[in-house]
C-alpha cells in the first residue's frame, strides 16, 4: 500500500465531502422537516417553492460527487481510493450533529435561505417576513 497516495486521497476525500457532500445530507436530513415546519408555522410559506430549492441542491451535490467518486475509484489506485473512501466516511462521521434540524445553525442557514419562501409584507413588497429560529432549550 502507498501510504502517501492513501493519506493524499484521504485528505482529498475528506474536503469533498466536508465541502460538497455534507450540504446535500443536510438539504435531505435537515432542510426538508425545516420547510414542514415552517409551513405549519406560517402556511403563508412556499413549501413548494422550499422543496423544490432542496431537491435542486441535493440533485446538484450528488451528481458532482458521484462523478467525482466514480473517476477516483476508476482511475486511481486501490491505496487511493481506499484513502478517498476512507476521508468521505470520516468528514461523514464528524458532520452527523450537523445534520440535525434542531440545529441552531441549521435553523439560521434555513431562514437565511429561504427568506424568499415567505410573502412580502403590504407595507414594502420587496421585504421578506424575517423569522428568527426558536431557542432550543439547553437544560434538558
Request: proline letters at 6%; one cysteine or more.
Amino acid at each position: 500500500m502507498n501510504i502517501p497516495f492513501f493519506f493524499g486521497a484521504a485528505a482529498g476525500g475528506f474536503v469533498l465531502m466536508a465541502t460538497v457532500g455534507i450540504q446535500a445530507l443536510v438539504a435531505l436530513f435537515s432542510s426538508i422537516p425545516l420547510a414542514k415546519r415552517r409551513h405549519l408555522e406560517n402556511p403563508t410559506f412556499d413549501l413548494k417553492r422550499a422543496h423544490r430549492r432542496i431537491a435542486q441542491v441535493a440533485v446538484v451535490t450528488t451528481v458532482l460527487v458521484a462523478v467525482i467518486s466514480a473517476l477516483i475509484i476508476q482511475f486511481a489506485p486501490l491505496s487511493a481510493t481506499a484513502g478517498y473512501l476512507f476521508g468521505m466516511i470520516l468528514a461523514f462521521v464528524l458532520s452527523l450533529k450537523r445534520m440535525t434540524p434542531n440545529s441552531e445553525q441549521n435553523q439560521a442557514n434555513f431562514a437565511e435561505s429561504y427568506a424568499d419562501c415567505y410573502p412580502s409584507s403590504d407595507a414594502a413588497p420587496d421585504d421578506t417576513v424575517s423569522f428568527s429560529p426558536p431557542k432550543q432549550d439547553k437544560s434538558k
